[in-house]
């Protein structure tokens, strides 16, 4: 009796089953992001589900700091999904390996014909020149001001990123801070986020290339010469001065010394998307600043997590409908701009007034057009972006600056000779 | 030393008659009894092992790539014994197994002789001072990251209130000085629960007789443990250290998890280190290496403190 119950409930659950297969088109979306974010995702999916009948979105979250390596697993096991979040500076990796297929036939053309500039750059694989990732927004950092403590020492606030601090103001001001009553670190570069993250060469490379050197020479693509020359040995140097002075928040003490009570921290060398928790907290008395001048040019980061469809999906069509449905998604648009996301399509930047002219973080938009460089696009930036942390946590606690960057730049380059040079950048000249 | 072998040894020797039919039937049956458990071996741990000799001499990535597979014999080896990184590493682990020993077998064997008493609630207690082993590490982790907090968090109150405010915070975690130190204080925590029940089932080994015969020979309580507790312990100390050691060289979790790897390489391992090449910079030939050579290590390590216990008579 309760045997006959059993296998009658076998059964109907393997029909189920089979009727569902056969005429429901189910696509995997893996991504990343914080629980509100997770949540945001998942609603997407349930209104796409909704609107087309017959499709099935099963949403695959993986953790942010530890997304690539879960990626890796994915391939391994031969189970990518159809639609990823990837982190931009690792497209070229991606699009070398052969995991990505060319976006721009699966996305509608509004969303195509909308995109920023340095949307499409940062979705684009410089080999073939074709678009492989799109994304509703793009990213920055900017340098933010306790307004208090800046008007106590006297401080020149710029208005435009054509003005912004000088290397010499910027370390006269941080002195000057260091000895205020009430500041406890006159700056926080967010070591809180860890020593193991993309934040450090996504924040600290553009230091460098402000100070005229890079990573790796993006002609010739070869570290060494170019990662422990001078130039970068010095801005290094710079930052490791900063720390030594103690004018740093050191990493155990958190990513909110800048908002916390009674402001220990005077200034923040932080994200566009810390705006709105530092705001939240501080109001009126936040200055948004573009990052200073450390050479003869400015420079800051750009990319950010974008949407790619992969080469092995079954449903390539019904991923771009899905990647276009949840770019163009209100709901979608208002969770990122609560978080004060960074405009990467032209309509989500008019409906996002914060970065308009006059709004509180016109500067950050300012900065996409005028000093953003993006992290080398090219198949080694894994290597690149590892070795680069390795180098600067070994610099911020004491460690010789040349001989960090000069051991970064030889596994960089170790890397690239293991990979025949990846081509075909290396016949690119 | 005799004594403590098991008797199975002796039992399967007892007598071997010559093969007769029932005897092949009976071979057939331990046959297929043994096959499943041979079979999975062979395929999840022996063939694995010897596979990873082989993609440590070559150029193997994590994932799939466009550039061929290559043949490179000793290259990835080579290349890890020329990356300072690697000996720092090295040396961490052992400064890690260094202090480790001492306190988290101390700490497991002075639990275990307080909870071999006969006293009220002693199961209780053994279940309470177990918990911590039970509890994942990650989760102790979240946990003494926070009791670690600087300037703020509960350790540096707590040292700055018994101190009197002379004692300055210290930056457990995030200064290269402190930094492994803070990892052997909460490794030990977490783990002595697995070495003290190894203890306690130990003490229980030895037999009520040997304590009776003592006192009736005169012993007091501090002889009796020297010269009946301590000997009746020996090849539980052996099992126990060489667990620990063994364990201690394969740190990860609480590395990946609260400092990965640094502050300036201070907490660096050498599993951490193979995870990172494997998994960061997606090389599988050389972190395969670098896993064989762990292997090597520990084996020698086994082998030669086996050796040195042997010589003390154990």
Redesign the interface.
Known sequence: MGNRLLSSLILTAAMSATAQAADTKVIHVMHQGDPAGVAAIGAVAKAFEAENPGVDVETIYAPHDAY??KF?AA??ANQLPDVMELDAPFLANYV???YLQPIKPLIDKDVLDDMTNSNIVQGTYPVDKDLYAIGLTDSTVVLYGNRKYLEEIGARIPTSVDDAWTREEFEGYLEKLSKLDGVKWPIDTFRGY???TEWITYAYGPILQSSGCDLIDRTTWKSAGTLDADACVEALTMMQTWVKNGWVV?????TNQFYAENNPAALALGGHWFYAEAAAAMKDDIVVMPLPKFGAKGASPNGTWIWAVTKTSEHPDVAGKFVSFMLKDKEYRTFIASKSGYPGLKSFAAESPLYAAGGAMAIAYEQASKTAIARPPYPAY??IT?AFM?AV??A????DPKAALT?AAEKID??IE???G??PFGDQQ | MNMQQSPVPSLAKQKRPARSKSDRGRLLQEASMLAPAVLLLTLFLIVPFFLSFWTAMTNQPLVPRPTPLRFIWFTNFVRIFHDDLFWTALWNVSRFTFWILPVQCGLAFATALLLHQKMPFRNLLRGMFFLPAITSMVVVCVIWGTLFQYPTGPFNQILGFVSGGYIQPIDWLGDPEWAMFSIVLLSAWQAYGFQMIVYLAGLQGIPDELYDAARIDGANAVQRFWHVTMPGLRPTHVFVLLITTIQAFKLYTQVAILTQGGPKSSTETVVHYMVRAGFEEQKMGYASAVSVILFVIVLIIALVQRQLLRRFDV
């Open positions: 690539n390596e890796s391939v391994m070398w390996s052969g860890g020593i193991k050191p990493q155990s003490a958190g894994p290597t590892s390795q946590d070994e911020f606690n004491g460690g051991a170790e890397d293991d990979n025949d990846y081509p």
